[in-house]
């Protein structure tokens, strides 16, 4: 079974960095199957694809064309998870973030518990 | 404004069929798999139906899916009060290279 535990702080401040980490049991981060993605959530934007990292003999990292210039999702093979980073934050950023299993053919079959995020000054 | 267009809501009465459309376009439902999630108030989304019609294991056959063209829909037969959720549907882009999302249908058992 699949399990994603997610962890990082609920409060941000503007024009800062969210960070937020998804640990993962049950698969690898490194698993040449699955993608790791970021989705968030916001009474405002609906739900949001942000994007993913996987690895295909390499690593390979997608993002929302929306963000290309402020994000980055990264591997931690040694933890087992991966994280996200979203710089330059503004209160449009604040929502519910998740982490999400990408697998042929179930799109997105495990998600993480959420993290409710607000960007304030 | 969500990529995926649905209906902000549905309802029915209990034993009714019900069905969500979602409609896209050619970058994405018209050349990928569409999908579908239900969300109860305070949890993550749940995969409901993959690849346009199948269900994984554990949701019940009173859910199907179905997929033409640049659209798709969602039917819920009989219905019961514990189908009252949010449904969303999804689907890859490859225009956008990533994925996307409908705005949610929230579905009412009156």
């Known amino acids: 079974q699949v399990q994603l535990q997610q962890s990082g702080p609920g409060l941000v401040k503007t024009s800062q960095t969210l960070s937020l980490t998804c640990a993962i049991s049950?698969?690898?981060?490194?698993?040449?199957?699955?993608?790791w993605t970021w989705i968030r959530q916001s009474p405002s934007r609906g739900l949001e694809w942000l994007g993913r990292?996987?690895?295909?003999?390499?690593?390979?990292?997608d993002y929302a064309v929306s963000l290309k210039d402020r994000i980055t999702i990264s591997p931690d093979t040694s933890r087992n998870q991966f994280s996200l980073h979203l710089n330059s934050v503004t209160p449009e950023d604040s929502a519910v973030y998740y982490c999400?299993?990408?697998?042929?053919?179930?799109?997105?079959?495990?998600w993480g518990q959420g993290t409710l995020v607000t960007v304030s000054s | 404004q969500s990529v995926l267009t649905q209906p902000p809501s549905a309802s029915g009465t209990p034993g009714q069929r019900v069905t969500i459309s979602c409609s896209g376009n050619?970058?994405?439902?018209?050349?990928?798999?569409l999908y579908w999630f239900h969300q109860l108030p305070g949890t993550a989304p749940k995969l409901l139906i993959y690849?346009?019609?199948r269900r994984p294991s554990g949701v019940p056959d009173r859910f199907s899916g179905s997929k033409s063209g640049t659209s798709g829909s969602l039917a819920i037969s009989g219905l019961r009060s514990e189908d009252e959720a949010d449904y969303y549907c999804?689907?890859?882009?490859?225009?956008?290279?990533?994925?996307?999302f409908g705005g949610g249908t929230k579905l009412t058992v009156l």
């Open positions: 999400a299993r990408d697998l042929v053919p179930y799109f997105f079959d495990y």
């Open positions: 049950g698969d690898s981060v490194s698993s040449s199957s699955a993608s």
């Open positions: 990292t996987y690895y295909r003999s390499k690593w390979f990292n």
């Open positions: 050619s970058s994405n439902i018209g050349s990928d798999a």
């Open positions: 690849r346009n019609d």
């Open positions: 999804a689907s890859w882009d490859k225009s956008l290279h990533g994925g996307v």
